[in-house]
């Protein structure tokens, strides 16, 4: 949809993200962005060595914590390189030479973290949900681990296919989870984990900041060929300056962390997640219209995943969708059919809206 003047027509994104951002963060970003907490500067011409954004990424962190609950015994590290980098750097942060780690394959972006960590160390695939093609979760009781293993891997939430996993298990190894799409949108067992890592693009701020939260006992020297950049230890050690870090990413997500605190914190975003998803899960369940192959107790809340039961009409479908303020409902590209991301910033509204328009197209075309 073509938008001439600098207002914005109500539309609603339902990218996999970038992701949309909530009007009054918005707002705040290009009020305050000439200058910057007084300092007569914009954030965007920070030196991030000064006393006031060094006061931001302090603030930042300490929201965070209060957010998630951080134990104190976990550090908090502010990276570049997304999520696709830390796919390289856990196994060469974590691993000893020769030293392998588990993982589960349960879709799309599982396989993408092990090639690339397979690039670098032995990977034994726990389970898969390859023979179901990635319509389910293998269950727990069928992961074959690996006592002697480095770490064990999981993607909390399969953004391409749909699939979210609802509980995480008390491992003998450190867990380590890829929660780029569900970060922020539910409390988390943090104890249990060895290192969460999450890009912020999608329910927490903009492209350019990736969030690693680690347990101090896995802070270790970087093997010799590790650029110090990315190493664990080094950006920990210095506050996460070891380099210029994603100033003006880490500024974005700072206001969204005071946003989702203001919004009631991660119950608030939790309770929201399931009521919109709820919304339209209901709506494709109860047509023969379309259709949602993954399995319902696997069902993500984020990503919604679903198909047209006359494929023909997908493009129609997008094309009206888009026409009617609804945009980047197209599925992923190696999926197919139709995708509704439902990150922290969009409202029950647009989920409605949405549900609305499914509807008449159905009555339609049906
Ligand atoms: C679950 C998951 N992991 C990793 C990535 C890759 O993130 P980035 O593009 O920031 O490297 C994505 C991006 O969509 C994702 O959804």
Redesign the pocket.
């Known amino acids: 949809m073509a938008c001439t003047s600098s207002e914005r027509a109500e539309r609603y994104n339902f990218a ?2 970038p992701a949309m951002l909530p009007k009054e963060v918005l707002e705040q970003i290009r009020e305050e962005l000439p200058n910057w907490r007084n300092t007569g500067s914009s954030v965007l011409e920070q030196p991030f060595t000064s006393t006031a954004f060094k006061q931001l990424m302090v603030e930042t962190e300490a929201d965070l914590r209060t957010l998630l609950t951080i134990p104190d015994n976990y550090r908090v590290l502010f990276m570049q390189g ?3 980098a830390q796919f390289g750097l856990l196994p060469l942060n974590l691993l000893r030479s020769g030293q392998s780690a588990d993982y589960l394959e349960s879709g799309h ?1 599982a396989r993408k973290a092990i090639s690339e960590a397979r690039r670098h160390s032995p990977v034994n695939v726990i389970a898969s949900g390859t023979e179901q093609a990635f319509t389910a979760l293998p269950p727990l009781d069928h992961w074959q681990l690996d006592p002697a293993a480095g770490y064990c891997h999981v ?1 909390s ?1 399969e ?1 391409g296919n749909g699939l979210q996993l609802q509980e995480f298990p008390e491992l003998s190894v450190p867990l380590v989870a ?1 929660m ?2 569900d970060f922020l949108t539910r409390p988390l067992p943090l104890e249990r984990f060895g290192l969460i890592y999450a ?1 912020a ?1 999608k329910n927490l701020g903009v492209a350019g900041l ?1 969030i690693v939260i680690i347990r101090n006992d896995l802070l270790r020297a970087p093997p010799p060929g590790l650029p110090t950049a990315f190493s664990y230890a080094a950006q920990a050690e210095q506050q996460s300056r070891f380099n210029t870090p994603p100033t003006f990413a880490l500024y974005v997500t700072g206001l969204m962390l005071r946003w989702m605190g203001r919004n009631g914190g991660v119950p608030a975003m939790a309770a929201a997640a399931q009521q919109r998803s709820r919304l339209l899960y209901r709506c494709v369940e109860n047509s023969d219209f379309y259709l949602c192959p993954q399995r319902p107790a696997d069902r993500s809340p984020i990503n919604v995943c679903f198909q047209l039961t006359k494929p023909g009409l997908t493009e129609t479908f997008l094309t009206e969708a888009e026409r009617n303020g609804l945009a980047n409902l197209r599925g992923h590209a190696a999926i197919g059919g139709i995708r509704a991301s439902l990150y922290n910033p969009m409202p029950l509204s647009g989920v409605a809206r949405l549900v609305e328009f499914m509807t008449d197209f159905e009555r339609k075309h049906g």
């Open positions: 996999s993200g997304g999520a696709s972006w993607t939430n953004t890829d780029t799409s890009s693009q990736c």
